[in-house]
């Protein structure tokens, strides 16, 4: 999930909080299924587990919402549209006891992320500007432009590779996968753009925000 950004009061550039409000919510629900997951494989503990862990995960994500509020002055149209999309896909899986619905979230969440950045870029908008509220100063209309469709690109294959890995993996090596190969593969997705809004204008502290807040699903 993309933190909120530049622009904001002094509330901005604490690294920490950024960290916390992206990847707490998931942490958390990682633990709690860890903690609940019967030790013997059973389908209805695991199913057990994954309901209280994804309750955990959508309160943990609203209290992540006010934090970002809070201490970062203010709430990006991404990090609303993925707790939209927990909170309803979480709130199918808790009703109907059934993990296929948070599992097949981060497809989603991608997929609309794709599809906004996209229809962005046939318009001529870098839709990435918008949907992370920054500035990222120094950076040109054409790096924004190339770092949209980069981007939109990336969520492409994460919701492929969320698809393939949800079939073939138990929902705790799934969870294990969302939490660190999605979290691996995102950070190294952002540093490799770095050279690029370099060559388009981006100065170094807008770097490191870059790098502080990528455009990542909790």
């Known amino acids: 999930m993309g933190s909120s950004m530049a622009n904001a009061p002094e509330k901005t550039g604490s690294s920490w909080v950024n960290l916390l409000v992206d990847f707490g919510p998931l942490l958390v629900f990682f633990f709690t299924y860890r903690h609940f997951s019967p030790a013997e494989e059973s389908s209805l503990g695991i199913v057990l587990a994954v309901t209280k862990g994804t309750i955990a995960f959508m309160v943990a994500t609203l209290v992540a919402l006010i934090v970002s509020k809070w201490r970062l002055g203010r709430i990006s149209p991404m990090v609303w549209l993925s707790t939209?999309?927990?909170?309803?896909?979480?709130?199918?899986?808790?009703?109907?006891?059934?993990?296929?619905?948070?599992?097949?979230?981060?497809?989603?969440?991608y997929l609309i992320f794709a599809g906004v950045l996209f229809g962005g870029l046939a318009k001529g908008k870098p839709m990435l500007r918008y949907l992370l509220q920054s500035a990222f100063e120094g950076l040109n209309d054409e790096g924004w432009m190339k770092l949209s469709r980069n981007w939109a690109v990336f969520f492409l294959f994460l919701a492929a590779l969320n698809e393939v890995l949800r079939q073939v993996l138990t929902f705790g090596g799934?969870?294990?996968?969302?939490?660190?190969?999605?979290?691996?593969?995102?950070?190294?997705?952002?540093?490799?753009?770095?050279?690029?809004?370099?060559?388009?204008?981006?100065?170094?502290?807008?770097?490191?925000?870059?790098?502080?807040?990528?455009?990542v699903d909790q």
């Open 84 to 109: 939209s999309l927990i909170l309803g896909f979480g709130a199918l899986t808790v009703f109907l006891n059934d993990p296929f619905w948070i599992q097949i979230k981060p497809t989603a969440v």
């Open 174 to 215: 799934w969870l294990q996968a969302k939490l660190w190969l999605f979290t691996g593969l995102s950070f190294l997705f952002t540093f490799s753009q770095i050279p690029m809004v370099l060559r388009h204008g981006m100065g170094e502290k807008a770097t490191t925000e870059m790098i502080e807040n990528p455009p």
